[in-house]
């Protein structure tokens, strides 16, 4: 079965600076990935989705990298605030399209 | 719209008393999941139907758990009877298997139960 591991369970970065998180999958070849976020007593959020003929993806300060190589895919937060922490999940596709989550990165920004 | 709703929001009860999570998908959205999340094990897949249909419940944990969803717009995840270690934030989400957002799933808020 697929494995997701995210580069590590917290990060702390200071405002202003450029976060950025990684995911590496095992097992699978996916079509796409997906970023998600979640804050604390929320359900997780979408934020992007990267397919694995882009090799990257914008949205305002948000922008994700997909590496097929190297199973990877980087998240990147530029400007990153203290409002941006959070936890970020990337979620592998199944072979039916269900998405499997790993714990996840807390990121927090710090002031 | 009205995203993914569920019921309870928050649950306390004693072990042994069977517990019903309730859930309504976004109107129009073809595929529902369950989820449980617990710090020690983050976001687990439970069960995933179809167009009503459970398509994946190798989540599913044991026994003393049961998903139904009976039409397009309702499904309970059931535990009888629970235990302490059933404690954790149980999340629906749903999803729309046509269109530019298929891929994409959109989560409840959760219900919060808590096992004594």
């Known amino acids: 079965s697929q494995k997701i591991e995210q580069n590590s369970e917290a990060l702390n970065i200071q405002e202003g600076k450029t976060a950025t998180l990684t995911c590496n999958y095992t097992?699978?070849?996916?079509?796409?990935l997906q970023w998600y976020r979640q804050d604390p007593g929320r359900g997780p959020v979408f934020l992007l989705l990267?397919?694995?003929?882009?090799k990257e993806k914008r949205k305002e300060r948000l922008k994700v990298t997909f590496d097929t190589t190297l199973k990877q895919s980087l998240f990147h937060i530029t400007a990153s605030q203290p409002a941006d922490s959070a936890t970020y999940l990337c979620p592998v596709p199944g072979s039916a399209r269900q998405l499997t989550f790993g714990s996840g990165t807390q990121l927090t920004v710090l002031p | 719209d009205a995203g993914v709703i569920q019921s309870p929001r928050h649950e306390v009860t004693e072990m042994g008393q069977e517990v019903t999570l309730r859930c309504k998908p976004i109107s129009g959205h073809n595929s529902l999941f369950w989820y449980r999340q617990t710090m020690m094990r983050g976001l687990e897949l439970l069960i995933y139907?179809?167009?009503?249909?459970?398509?994946?419940d190798s989540g599913m944990p044991e026994d003393r758990f049961s998903a139904k969803m009976p039409n397009a717009s309702f499904s309970t995840l059931k535990i009888q009877p629970s235990e302490p270690r059933d404690s954790a934030v149980y999340f629906c989400a749903s999803r729309r298997e046509t269109g530019s957002r298929r891929n994409t799933i959109y989560f409840g808020e959760g219900s919060w139960l808590t096992v004594v």
């Open positions: 097992n699978y070849s996916p079509a796409y």
């Open positions: 990267i397919r694995e003929n882009e």
């Open positions: 139907f179809n167009n009503n249909v459970p398509i994946d």
